[in-house]
């Protein structure tokens, strides 16, 4: 089972409203369709108890099981939809991001990237790097600890990961300002 959080967990990690709990907060914040009963179990005393937590929050609504799900759609047949009359075209850009440009934006992607991709492996870089976004001032602070974060991403997640979150950081910055 790889579950996902519902609307109901996402109300309740919310600020204000704390109905379960610190367990069972943890293991929906963790929830992401992703991850297992394997790695929810170092949350508690045994994988039993992590199982039986799980299933408490399936029953009461926090989390879903989109394989569950599948396997009951496939049970019943679905009804066939009517032919279009004209095909659809959809755009299919994988990444359209078209706000605006700023340090706060990036800082934010960066933010981001240090919490997913380092939090969990490398504590100690990740706080280095929390640290360093949060004294950033400016464009070439924010590219040195970019470049840092860069190529630890590349030693862990390969050449073509870095580079598509180099892309996307370059599309956050603001331009260089021209000195005349």
Known sequence: ??????????????????????RE???????DGR????????????????????MTLVERGYLHDPKAAEAA???T???????AVEPIH???????????????????FLFDICERMFVRRDPR?????????????????????AALMLTEVEKTAGTERAESLRERIDRLLPPAEVVH
């Open 77 to 83: 047949p679905a009804p066939q939809p009517a032919p």
């Open 125 to 145: 870089f990740a706080l280095q790097m929390r640290d360093a976004l949060r004294e950033a001032r400016d464009r070439e602070a924010m590219l040195t600890i």
């Open 73 to 75: 759609a496939e049970a």
């Open 35 to 54: 991850r297992s009963l394997t790695d929810f179990s170092p949350l508690f005393a045994s994988r039993g108890e992590a199982e039986q937590a799980l």
């Open 1 to 22: 089972m790889f579950p996902t959080k519902t609307d109901k967990a996402r109300d309740e990690l919310q600020g204000g409203q704390r109905t379960l709990s610190q």
């Open 25 to 31: 907060r943890a293991l929906l914040l963790m929830a």
């Open 90 to 108: 959809v755009s299919t850009a994988a990444d359209t991001f078209d706000g605006k440009r700023s340090l706060a934006t990036t800082r934010m």
